[in-house]
């Protein structure tokens, strides 16, 4: 764990230049806007030790797997979310010495990302080994207004010298994934320009042709008056740039504008695509950096005022929550139904980029209850236009009749999770996909879905899990042999709790949901069956033959949910007693140790007991998380915050506060020592659940909203707002009082404590 940035309510905050932190802070100070992303690389030269990231949404490339391919079944590929065109560079030099923090003598470094208004900015003073002292303002943003274009404000300084200072703003497009898995490039180049201040890349990636156009235009002014010049085009290759020497006096500022657009063929015809870009690219030097900037900062004050969590009393628990919401609203708008949400979002290349069950599990609840609905039912829609590729992903391995497997990993629809362990095992995926549409549905009362989408999800799905499972004749049960649970740490295991309960849940909800529209919507019905060839007497027979008869394993003496079978077999040495030396088990241990270890990676059974609190009583609910708990490493970032719900739920508010900050501090405070590869855009959405669900006591029972929140020691208050059915409710806890409030028109109901209350318009309840 580490702790080497201020604690501030509204900005991150990295004081003193640390080389051997750069790769962290390159991923915590990352920007975007939902259509492109740029880890916080500095735009000058530097040779230290750096993960360049420029990444486009949706622009992927099938990177060939190196194990497995030849396996039945077995995905060939990896899909990447590519590193693309670089577009924040600018390079200085000074004397023929470029201007490099690696080896300059580096001063008052500060890097400060404004959360509140959307930009990142960036200060020092470097002597160079020729002993010439500058000082460098940087600011730069990703416009969320224009989600194609990006702008820089770089100043520089001279503080010991007169001289020139050469001056090349460039466009790079020879880039490479750091993680590609046969050393290739994912480029092919299609045209470049270069023109005084103006640069053009025109790139396409193998295999996927996808087309990705990116321009520059940049300004150049001394002591804020624009100033002219004649610049030297660079083209080489997909570099082009253009080399400017700049005269300067001792204390006299230069400033550099640089207007960036990234348009994709995603979006735009390929035809004219430069020409588009072209054209985006002077919008934005019309507008201006101050214009751009003044922009960003009112769009942004409108996301906060939807999604802001406010506590007081407690500034790293404020700047951790801040945090985490603010990467999920520059990762992920929901203005576009193919697009999707990637663990890492657009702050590095680990996981590919790509679309895990992560969203559906974790992600969902957050942009039901801070956005307007269409955002939430555009990521259903993602996975219902995916469904003829899932029900390929599970004829692949042997399914029939429209069985569908959504994939681990995707970009497309197809599997290309190249772990057989996870790839043809971690099936609870599925669950999760059915689970979404029932809290969608639950949350928005929009049963339509059921009809025009849901439903056929549903199907296809029970489907798979009828084929899955096989009946034992000594336990006279059906039951499921070779999975792996949520718990990544133990694999190819049988009967996993958490498995098998999902699995006969999705039966039940499915048939309750195509019963549902054929009552309602009969005509939907009998196309539906026509299109899928629903059995429907035979099937649903089937289901709840399966449903009424699954094997769930239990231990006898202790009531105890079994992980899987032969769980408590394994010598049950609590977390506590590991060396501090063994941790993080992943990087200790190898993996042959871990799978016979009890040791726990992320909530399992006790993703089951969150996922389906209703259905348990809370001695059983505490039961489980006293077991289970103290096994539990918390080595995946999804697991700290299903924790949190759950320990606030038992009473346990201690551990439910400990929790909370490890999942809300996870990149800051580096806790896994992963956060260099990227962030954890996913269990970003899993910190907002922890507040909101576990410290906010928020459910949602029989179209109602239920609170039942508590105030952590340290906190003097916690505020929150809840987006439920075209209503918005303020709800703010503090040491004497918990008060709701209906800042809408309309009408809605709340529970607070057990107790149900009418919230008319702009109605009040305080307890």
């Known amino acids: 764990m580490k702790n080497y940035l201020k604690h501030d309510e509204w900005c991150i ?9 750069n790769r962290i802070s390159e991923s915590i100070f990352s920007i975007g806007n ?6 916080a690389n500095f735009e000058e030269n530097y040779t230290g030790d750096t993960l360049p990231g420029s990444y486009v949404a949706g622009v992927y490339y099938p990177d060939k797997t190196k194990v497995g391919w030849w396996k039945n079944g077995y995905p060939e590929y990896f899909a990447k979310v590519l590193n ?23 001063k008052d470094f500060r890097r400060i990302l404004n959360m509140k208004e959307g930009y990142l900015e960036r200060s020092f003073t470097a002597t160079t080994e020729k002993g010439k002292k500058v000082k460098v303002a940087a600011t730069r943003l990703c416009s969320i207004v224009d989600d194609e274009i990006g702008a ?14 050469n001056i090349t703003p460039y466009l790079n497009g020879d880039v490479k994934n750091e993680d590609a898995n046969w050393e290739e490039t994912f480029w092919d180049k299609v045209e470049v320009a270069v023109k005084n201040t103006r ?3 025109v790139s396409q990636t193998k295999k996927t042709n996808f087309k990705v156009a990116t321009g520059m235009k940049f300004v150049i002014s001394k002591n804020g008056k624009e100033e002219k010049f004649k610049s030297t085009k660079i083209k080489t290759g997909m570099y082009v740039g253009a080399s400017v020497d700049v005269p300067v006096k001792k204390k006299e500022t230069i400033t550099v504008y640089k207007y960036a657009a990234i348009l994709s063929s995603l979006n735009h015809p390929t035809s004219d695509i430069l020409e588009r870009c072209k054209a985006k690219v002077k919008q934005a030097q019309h507008l201006g950096f101050d214009k751009l900037l003044k922009d960003q900062k009112k769009a942004w004050a409108k996301k906060w005022k939807d999604s802001d969590i406010i506590i007081e009393g407690d500034v790293a628990a404020q700047q951790g929550i801040r945090f985490n919401i603010f990467h999920l609203n520059q990762t992920f708008t929901g203005v576009d139904e193919r697009l999707n949400i990637g663990p890492k979002g657009f702050t590095g290349e680990k996981y590919g980029g790509s679309t895990y069950w992560d969203t559906e599990a974790y992600c969902l609840p957050f942009y039901l209850s801070t956005t307007e609905e269409r955002v939430a039912k555009n990521l259903l829609i993602y996975r219902y236009k995916q469904l003829d590729k899932a029900i390929e992903n599970a004829e692949k391995l042997g399914f029939k009749n429209g069985a569908a497997l959504y994939p681990m990993v995707t970009m497309n629809g197809e599997e290309c999770h190249n772990e057989w362990e996870i790839t043809f095992e ?26 025009d989408y849901g439903a056929e999800v549903l199907l296809a799905i029970a489907r798979f899990w009828a084929q899955r499972v096989h009946f034992s004749e000594p336990k006279q049960q059906y039951v499921m042999h070779g999975v792996t649970g949520p718990n990544e740490y133990e694999n190819n295991v049988n009967n996993n709790w958490y498995t098998n309960y999902i699995a006969a849940w999705c039966l039940k909800y499915a048939a309750e949901a195509l019963l549902y529209v054929k009552n309602k919507a009969p005509y939907k019905y009998e196309a539906l069956k026509e299109k899928t060839n629903f059995e429907e007497e035979k099937e649903l027979k089937q289901w709840q033959e399966i449903q009424n008869n699954i094997y769930l394993p239990q231990d006898e003496k202790t009531g105890v949910f079994l992980q899987q079978e032969g769980f408590l077999d ?15 088990l992943n990087q200790k241990w190898s993996w042959d140790r871990i799978l016979r270890s009890c040791y726990i990676k992320q909530a399992d059974v006790l993703q089951g007991l969150y996922f389906f609190e209703d259905k348990f009583d809370l001695a059983t609910i505490k039961k489980n998380f006293d077991f289970y708990e103290p096994l539990t490493v918390h080595e995946s970032s999804l697991s700290p915050c299903v924790h949190v719900v759950l320990a606030a ?20 405070d580096d806790y896994n020592n992963d956060t260099e590869d990227g962030l954890h855009i996913t269990s970003m959405a899993g910190t907002w659940m922890a507040v909101v669900k576990g410290i906010g006591g928020m459910r949602v029972h029989r179209n109602q909203l239920y609170f039942e929140p508590f105030l952590p020691n340290t906190w003097q208050s916690i505020s929150f707002k809840i987006q439920f059915r075209g209503n918005t409710i303020l709800v703010k806890v503090t040491a004497k009082e918990t008060r709701l409030e209906n800042l809408s028109s309309g009408k809605v109901s709340v529970n607070l404590y057990g107790k149900t209350h009418a919230l008319g318009a702009k109605g009040v309840v305080v307890v």
């Open 34 to 39: 939902g259509r492109f992303g740029q880890r």
């Open 13 to 21: 905050i990295e004081e003193g230049f640390i080389p051997a932190n």
């Open 570 to 584: 394994k010598a049950l040495i609590p977390v506590e007693q590991l060396a501090a030396a063994d941790r993080p």
């Open 426 to 451: 971690e099936i609870h995926r599925n669950g999760a996909i059915a689970y979404a549409i029932y809290d969608y549905i639950r949350y928005t009362a929009d049963q339509d879905y059921l009809s």
């Open 84 to 106: 693309a065109t670089n577009w924040i560079g600018i390079d200085i030099e000074i004397d023929d010495v470029s201007l490099d923090l690696a080896k300059c003598k580096v």
């Open 649 to 668: 739920r038992i009473g346990n508010k201690d551990k439910a506060y400990e929790m909370y900050l490890r999942t809300a501090r996870l990149d800051l």
């Open 152 to 165: 820089i404000r770089y100043a520089i300084t001279p503080i010991n010298f007169t001289g020139t200072i």
């Open 199 to 201: 640069a053009f890349v």
